[in-house]
DNA sequence: GGTTTTTTTGCATGAAATTGCATATTTTAG
DNA sequence: CTAAAATATGCAATTTCATGCAAAAAAACC
């Protein structure tokens, strides 16, 4: 087979099924992967396609979720998404909102968990979709400017009708006087709805927003049942907290 | 043989095939390797086919990397997006799905348009969400293991209840005597729905697309209002379409 | 026909392209 | 963190290509 004529089958099965995988391309084509990660490479090179660890995708459903978290925070979000994780077990349903905080979670959940996730956001929903043994739930609603969350009545009224065992959220304000604390009404409305489907809420956030308190009052402590961060354990300010399972690192 | 007959050969077999290899040509015609890469380099010259590495392929078929043609491929999916967003107005309910020819559309809404606009995909939700005057309603569901496009009894009675101006897919099957198709029944029943709830519908396709026929009726041409495709007016093979306005590039 | 001129062809040579493998490095999954 | 997967890189074997050149074939000329 003719080098172009493999590049050409490449990007229409690229352009078809919007991702391709350099080992299923290799056994397909007859060539080794490391010939298609050179012709994947090329593509990439002519703009028609991105190239990603694994594989290549489409250029019109490539987002870049990455990029726009600060390097700073980065280990540390790596060590709480890796203890969110371990809250999931098989068969859970799990409901989600979106953050960059929670995208980090999102992409490190293992592929063989098997579990229903429902989310707020578009962009979760994406990252979920990959995973073989997940079935993706998307609350939909009024997009939140911020493109990362689905606010407003309608979001409040679905969720008032499902049942989910975790429920996590990334908040922006935590203090333990005034409990989690928002500065966006509209997201304090949704929090408080996934909260009130949830058996189990566990938030997830930074050290430092830690003893910050915003504008308007999501819940207390005592209605959260995991706290993640990426502290060790012992070193939270939050030591009065007396409530449900206190989980840090 | 004389010179001119093997070209003649030659350019018949590319035409054919699509993609001839030297080795063969070689072999087939009784002259070294070295004289059918100078009858390639003929040919090529002249611009009736396009040499590659090992061997030649046809003009047609060489599409997505030649300068000149990917220059048109891109026009071709730029005059269909022109043509879509044509039909939107200040203050319309806008209804779209997911699709790679969607999203080219969703990236050149121009940024001052005032519209609210439903969506059934992710990608397209994010897409939309940085312009300022559009509000973005996320028709939530199960997410088709595509990941770009919300299915299920959830977004059907979602759709039930809504009223839209106007609503644009995209198909995979169109054709003047089978109408539209799809080879997926989730999907079918999503863009009846999508059509039900809005008073009009455009269908945008690439020519390629046309007439071609999959295994799940969506609907009769009648029941669209507008057919978009990058061909020139009057070069459609779909002419006798006789339902609402028929829009052609 | 015979000779000259032009074109075509095959071959040799080195350059360039392609491919697969081995190895070290990076990224990811658990 | 550790193991596995994916990647990048260098290298060698093979194939394809471009070029020059001489022989063969075709065309042009007398």
């Given at each position: 087979?003719?080098r172009?004529e493999r590049?050409?089958l490449?990007?229409?099965?690229?352009?078809?099924?919007?991702k391709?995988?350099?080992?299923?391309l290799?056994?397909k084509?007859?060539?080794?992967?490391?010939?298609?990660?050179?012709?994947l490479?090329e593509?990439?090179e002519?703009?028609v396609?991105v190239?990603?660890?694994g594989?290549?995708m489409?250029?019109t459903?490539?987002y870049?979720?990455?990029g726009?978290?600060?390097?700073?925070?980065?280990?540390?979000?790596q060590k709480?998404?890796?203890?969110?994780?371990?809250?999931?077990?098989?068969?859970?349903?799990i409901l989600?909102?979106g953050?960059?905080?929670?995208?980090?979670i999102?992409?490190?959940i293992?592929?063989?968990?098997?579990?229903?996730f429902?989310?707020?956001?578009p962009?979760?929903?994406?990252a979920?979709?990959?995973h073989?043994?997940?079935?993706?739930?998307?609350i939909?609603?009024?997009?939140?400017?911020?493109?990362?969350l689905f606010?407003?009545a309608s979001?409040i009224?679905q969720?008032?009708g499902?049942?989910?065992?975790?429920?996590?959220?990334g908040?922006n304000?935590?203090?333990?006087?005034?409990?989690l604390?928002?500065s966006?009404?509209?997201?304090v409305?949704v929090?408080k709805?996934?909260m009130?489907?949830?058996?189990k809420?566990a938030?997830?956030t930074?050290a430092e927003?830690l003893?910050?308190?915003?504008k308007?009052?999501?819940?207390?402590?005592d209605s959260i049942?995991?706290?993640i961060?990426e502290?060790?354990p012992?070193?939270?300010?939050?030591?009065?907290?007396?409530?449900?399972?206190?989980?840090?690192m």
């Open positions: 087979m003719l172009k590049l050409q490449i990007l229409k099965e690229v352009n078809v099924h919007n391709v995988l350099s080992a299923e290799s056994e084509l007859s060539v080794s992967e490391d010939t298609i990660r050179r012709d490479h593509l990439a002519e703009g396609i190239k990603v660890h594989g290549a489409s250029k459903f490539h870049p979720f990455d726009n978290s600060k390097v700073y925070a980065v280990s540390a979000k709480i998404a890796d203890k969110a994780i371990g809250l999931m077990k098989n068969d859970m349903s989600i909102e953050g960059t905080t929670i995208m980090e999102v992409k490190k293992p592929l063989k968990l098997r579990a229903n429902f989310t707020l956001s962009q979760t929903a994406i979920l979709s990959d073989e043994n997940i079935e993706v739930m998307c939909g609603g009024r997009l939140a400017k911020n493109g990362n606010t407003g979001v009224n969720l008032a499902i049942r989910i065992d975790l429920c996590i959220i908040v304000g935590l203090s333990s006087k005034e409990g604390t928002d966006d009404w509209e997201v409305q929090i709805a996934m009130r489907s949830a058996k809420t938030v997830v930074i927003k003893n910050t308190v915003k308007i009052k999501i819940s207390d402590l049942h995991y706290l961060t502290l060790p012992g070193s939270s300010s939050l030591s009065a907290y007396k409530g449900g399972q206190l989980v840090k």
